[in-house]
């Protein structure tokens, strides 16, 4: 048996203490512990994206970070993106652009590309596609999560937040 | 075994000290380690998480001589820092094209010159090879298309790292800590080939740790270009990579570093292609020329006999990229 670990941190604005096993990742976690299935096991090796998640509002694959890393951090997934206001730009985008089909890559996608809306909000297409290189989807051919991206940037400009 | 425990020390000298318990590994980014640990190649009895002990400062130092990257910073960082991208603009490129974003957010500059081999065989459970410490190397005779074009006699791995040709062009020097006494050592001495010893990648034994980065600031004259090759132009690993650094002179050339990435156990300098640059202009037939050179003493496998080519055409390519040709 491995030991576990008491940590908290904040997941999507609540304060959270749990013990972990020290050799968990923080998928297992946020998945079977904390029951927060939107972040998606694909590959569990960091190839494919479906994991990311924002840890102090950087995106990484939750899949390649131990549980225990999250320690004192701030855990944002895709259950966060959505205010009592309703869905985030980009999640609408999503939708009002066909850019979900199985939807499984879906809750990476839309982190990795809040993740890139907010670190610049002036985002260009080719940066975009350059941005989402670490998350694969089977469906769409991406070009329509591309659009759907760009047309947040669009939204952006014209007020709304990422 | 699975873990037993995880340690976070604060300081390098205790980092040292829980890295020389049984079973202690060391962890950064952990997306190298965690990734073993999920193949069931690694099992550490003890985490020793390195983030405190390490700094992630990237900063000018010696008086404005010199760059110094901690080594716990990102790859994204390093890739985003205005000032490696002003003096050592090769490393810049280097680890913007290595793995994904989301891996660049977690893996460090020291992670990346330390993980360890991406060899199929030495990442799958069942294939105890010589540098698992077993016997034979699976890659001789096997599924070899993306092993070492030099060097590959006993071992075929090629080392990983996007970031160790553009360190080993510039003539980096790193910092070690933690046990024994803190002390410098050029790039060039750091990486072990599989004929000094086949289980291991560097000489760092246990309880030291890669704490820094230095590059000397070059002239301003100097240029630089990294170029690599992937199967997927997108999220994939090199299966050639160059770096160049050029230092032009009165007449052609002063001085020219060539190093080659992913072709062999170790990131490689190429000394006889560096001398026939000596004192020449760079025009395309002297960077073919240069290309062909490199591929001197390559010894492909039955299936990867096409990096050879990748190696005349890349080196070609960066040369004259620096040259701004
Ligand atoms: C899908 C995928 C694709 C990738 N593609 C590329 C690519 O194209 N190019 C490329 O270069 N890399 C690639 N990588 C590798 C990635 O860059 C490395 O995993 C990362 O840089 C390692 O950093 P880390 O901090 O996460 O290392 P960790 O996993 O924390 O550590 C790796 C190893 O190094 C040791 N270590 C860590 N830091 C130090 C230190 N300061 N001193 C001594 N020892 C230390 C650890 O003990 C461990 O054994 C890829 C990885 C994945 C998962
Ligand atoms: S190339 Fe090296 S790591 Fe791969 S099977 Fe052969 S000995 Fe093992
Ligand atoms: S599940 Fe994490 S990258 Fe695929
Ligand atoms: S919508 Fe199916 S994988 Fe992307």
Wanted: net charge neutral; proline share 4%.
């Amino acid at each position: 048996m491995s030991i576990t670990k008491a940590i908290s941190f904040t997941l999507n604005g609540q304060a959270t203490r749990i013990e972990v096993p020290v050799d968990m990742d923080a998928l297992t976690m946020i998945r079977d512990v904390l029951k927060l299935t939107g972040t998606k096991l694909g590959c569990g090796e960091g190839e494919c994206g479906a994991c990311t998640i924002l840890v102090d509002g950087t995106a990484v694959n939750s899949c390649l970070m131990f549980a225990v890393d999250c320690d004192g951090r701030e855990l944002t997934t895709i259950e966060g993106l959505a205010t009592p206001a309703g869905r985030s730009v980009l999640q609408r985008a999503f939708v009002e652009h066909g850019a979900v089909q199985c939807g499984f890559c879906t809750p990476g996608l839309v982190m990795q590309g809040t993740y890139l809306l907010r670190q610049n909000p002036g985002l260009t297409v080719a940066d975009i596609r350059r941005g989402i290189e670490g998350n694969l989807c089977r469906c769409t051919g991406y070009q329509k999560v591309i659009e759907a991206i760009a047309a947040a940037v669009h939204e952006i400009e014209k007020g709304d937040r990422a | 075994m699975k873990p037993f425990a995880y340690i976070r020390p604060g300081t390098l000298e205790d980092a040292a000290r829980q890295l020389g318990g049984r079973g202690a590994v060391g962890c950064a980014g952990g997306t190298d380690l965690l990734d073993r640990m999920k193949e069931r190649i690694e099992a550490p009895r003890i985490l020793v998480d390195l983030k405190g002990a390490l700094d992630a400062r990237i900063e000018l130092v010696d008086g404005g001589q010199a760059l110094r990257i901690g080594a716990a910073a990102t790859l994204a960082a390093v890739a985003g820092s205005p000032l490696v991208l002003k003096h050592f603009p090769a490393l810049v490129r280097a680890v913007e094209t290595a793995a994904t974003p989301q891996i660049r957010n977690l893996g460090t500059i020291g992670g990346n010159l330390c993980q360890r081999p991406r060899c199929w065989y030495f990442r799958a459970r069942d294939f105890e090879c010589m540098r698992r410490g077993g016997r034979g190397c699976y890659a001789q005779e096997g599924e070899n298309r993306y092993h070492a074009v030099f060097g590959n006699e006993l071992c075929a791995i090629t080392h990983p790292s996007n970031a160790a040709p553009a360190l080993l062009a510039y003539d980096a020097t790193l910092g070690l800590g933690g046990a024994g006494e803190t002390r410098r050592l050029s790039i060039h001495e750091f990486f072990v080939g599989c004929d000094e010893d086949v289980q291991r990648e560097n000489i760092l034994e246990a309880g030291t740790l890669v704490t820094e980065i230095r590059l000397a600031l070059p002239a301003a004259s100097v240029r630089a270009a990294y170029a690599e090759l992937k199967e997927k132009q997108s999220n994939d690993w090199a299966l050639v990579s160059v770096a160049v650094v050029l230092e032009p002179g009165d007449a052609g050339l002063r001085r020219a570093a060539v190093a080659l990435g992913h072709v062999a156990p170790v990131p490689m300098r190429m000394p006889e292609v560096e001398a026939y640059l000596e004192h020449k202009v760079l025009t395309p037939e002297v960077a073919a020329r240069a290309g062909e050179l490199a591929t001197a003493h390559a010894t492909p496998l039955a299936q990867n006999g096409y990096k050879v080519q990748l190696i005349r055409v890349l080196v070609k390519r960066a040369l004259l990229e620096a040259a701004g040709r």
